[in-house]
């Protein structure tokens, strides 16, 4: 097993989703909330280095675990 203490990860799913299509699926109209998207940006977070250090994800498509 690797040393990973002191080392960073981004803990994202594989499914690369903007910010309002997560909060539209995990925030469903039902609730009242919509995704404001004030001050949002477009940047893209990948998981290869967590993937590669042998990190496992639950839900590889975290939209979908919504459902």
Request: glycine share 4%.
């Amino acid at each position: 097993s690797k040393n990973l203490y002191g080392e960073h990860f981004n803990l994202v799913s594989d499914t690369q989703a903007s910010k309002k299509e997560f909060y539209n699926s995990a925030l469903p109209d039902k609730h009242g909330i919509k995704f404001n998207p004030i001050n949002s940006t477009n940047k893209t977070v990948e998981n290869n280095k967590s993937k590669k250090s042998g990190f496992k994800y639950i839900f590889p498509d975290l939209c979908k675990s919504f459902e």
